[in-house]
């Protein structure tokens, strides 16, 4: 009696064009839609071919267990996909777009009429720090309602800290006019809990805010799946 997975393993050695259309991933979604195709039959999708042997099914199975899976291909660097056998700067940058869309839709769907609490900050500007290996420092440029008027990234920093330039982030306000303000950055360590340095950083900010007649809501810190607010705590 055959193994369980003699099937697979027999189109493993077989291009996805000779496999039965049933087993193909572009067909497979055009018959049953995206959300039944698993992680590395998506991939074969937007790889097209493997290598030397791969289905590109194979090579995208391969690609996720290097990766860590779908979140690790987003943090990885289109360098370090350029070295996996068989990914040239076409697919490699095929996967980074197709991601970088999926990204783009959470980021569009999660924009709120208004900003009104931290959660919906995060919920938006969540997706832009997942695959950060370093530090970066966004600020939200809001009106009277709190409706948002430009969102603008202030510095970008090394892995471990990134330097928060006051003056830069009142000179943004000021440019689109705006009433309001939230500053949001990310700890690439996963820990949302604030430095002695980001106490510093936020009180400096509500200084100069305060200056200049500028209403300063919140300084919200991301982490992996939570984050601080330093208004929510009560500190702003």
Sequence with gaps: MDKPDSHYAVLQHRSIKEWPETERPREKLVKMGAEALSDGELLAIILRIGNHGQSAEDMGRELLARCGGLPGLDRVHIEELLSFPGLGTAKAAQLKAAIEIGKRVRIQESLPQ???????????????????????????????????????????????????????????????????????????????????????????IKNASEILNLIFLDHVIVGTGRYYSYAEHKRI
């Design 114 to 204: 208004g900003f009104k609490s931290s959660s919906e900050v995060v919920a938006y500007l969540g997706p832009r720090f997942e695959s950060k290996r370093y530090e970066c420092v966004l600020a939200l440029l809001l009106d009277g309602q709190n409706h948002l008027l430009a969102e603008r990234i202030i510095t970008e920093g090394i892995p471990t800290q990134a330097t928060i330039y006051v003056r830069r982030i009142m000179e943004e306000a000021l440019r689109v006019s705006a009433s309001s303000f939230v500053v949001v950055h990310n700890h690439p360590s996963g820990n949302p809990q604030p430095s002695s340095e980001d106490d510093e950083t936020t009180q400096n």
